[in-house]
């Protein structure tokens, strides 16, 4: 009965033992005698008025025939737990009705069962269970929001490392930018300062011409000292 995947493990004994009780009960009914009939249907009429316009030996039949039903429900894997479980709570609590309603199953102000009513009274146990398999959680319910947990879980892990990672790299720039290794900035620095000391290296020297003399030279000599006798050409 487990392995369609609807029916939990907890759940397959309740379904088992009341499918099967049920399912054998309707079956006596089917072809139950008349004193049976009239017995049931005179206890089933003063909690449900309106049953009087059925003949017993019909209502029987019916009840029968619901029992059948509902027995082979839950004892089908392929009906849902809760589907079987309203059925069953639906069912039980009618015979509630009928030992709260009927006079002598009861005792005087109490709830407790008198002798004839023990009988009666053990179908709560069927009430319970029939709201058990009810009140049961769904399990493609339990299934999503488990994953919609897990979802939420992974994606927090993972912003927490994003943000870890992205904190990293911040400082690793700012290590680029303030010490030994240059960031953009440090580059573009870099650049202007090589280019501008490129630019002074072009210049000529203060006080010398751009053919090599100092003025020094040509105060000394002249200006009509011809360069190719001056040592500083050679």
Sequence with gaps: MSGCGKVKAW???????TGAFILHSGMEKWDGPDEQAQGVHGMARQTFPFLENI?????????????????????????????AGAALTGFAGSLMAVYAQTPG???EGSVWPTPDGIGVSKDSWLLAI???????PHQKHH??????????????VKHVKHAKGHGGCHKHHCHHEQG??????GHLKQAKLVAREAKEARRPA???????HSHHHAHRHGPGHARKGCPAHH
């Design 11 to 17: 759940q397959v004994p309740l379904r088992l033992v």
């Design 55 to 83: 003949d017993a030996p019909r209502f029987l039949k019916l009840l029968a025939a619901g029992e059948i039903a509902l027995g082979a429900a839950l004892l089908t894997p392929m009906v849902p737990t809760r589907l």
């Design 105 to 107: 199953l009861r005792k």
């Design 130 to 136: 029939g709201l058990a398999l009810t009140l049961s």
């Design 143 to 156: 299934k999503h929001v488990k994953h919609i947990k897990h979802a939420q879980h992974a994606q927090h």
């Design 180 to 185: 030994g290794h240059p960031g953009h900035h």
């Design 206 to 212: 203060k006080g010398v011409s751009p053919d090599g």
